[in-house]
C-alpha cells in the first residue's frame, strides 16, 4: 500500500516489503545505511509517527572506534564527573547547573 502524494512509498506499520530496515533494525544487525537516503517510510498512530526504512543490500558495517577515540571518550566522560571544586571524581555526572558535585553544593542540595 503506498500512496503517490509523498515522496518515496508509505506503508502501513509491520507491513513493509522484506529487504528494507529502519535505523533502529540495521544498528540492531551490526550495520549502518552508509550514507544512503531512506528509500520508503512507515507510518503509524495516524501518521503522526514516521519511521524510515534503508535497504539492506546498500547497508554498511557499522563502524569501530580507534582505541585512540575511544580513550578521547573515557577522558570526556572523566570531566563530566569531576567536581571543580574539589577534584573529586563523582560515580554520578556533575549537575552543568551548579558545575560542582552535591557535597560542594552551597546548601548541599541532596
Do not use: N
Request: overall charge positive; charged content about 25%.
Amino acid at each position: 500500500m503506498t500512496t503517490t502524494a509523498d515522496p518515496f512509498p508509505t506503508y502501513p506499520y509491520r507491513l513493509a516489503p522484506g529487504g528494507l530496515a529502519t535505523r533502529r533494525q540495521l544498528r540492531a544487525a551490526g550495520l549502518r545505511p552508509g550514507g544512503h537516503d531512506p528509500v520508503a517510510q512507515i507510518l503509524w498512530r495516524r501518521g503522526k509517527r514516521v519511521a524510515y526504512l534503508y535497504r539492506l543490500d546498500l547497508a554498511a558495517p557499522k563502524r569501530t572506534a580507534t582505541p585512540a577515540q575511544r580513550e578521547a571518550i573515557a577522558k570526556a566522560l572523566r570531566a563530566r564527573r569531576t567536581c571543580r571544586h574539589c577534584g573529586l571524581v563523582q560515580p554520578y555526572y556533575i549537575p552543568r547547573r551548579t558545575g560542582s558535585c552535591l557535597d560542594c553544593t552551597p546548601g548541599g542540595a541532596r
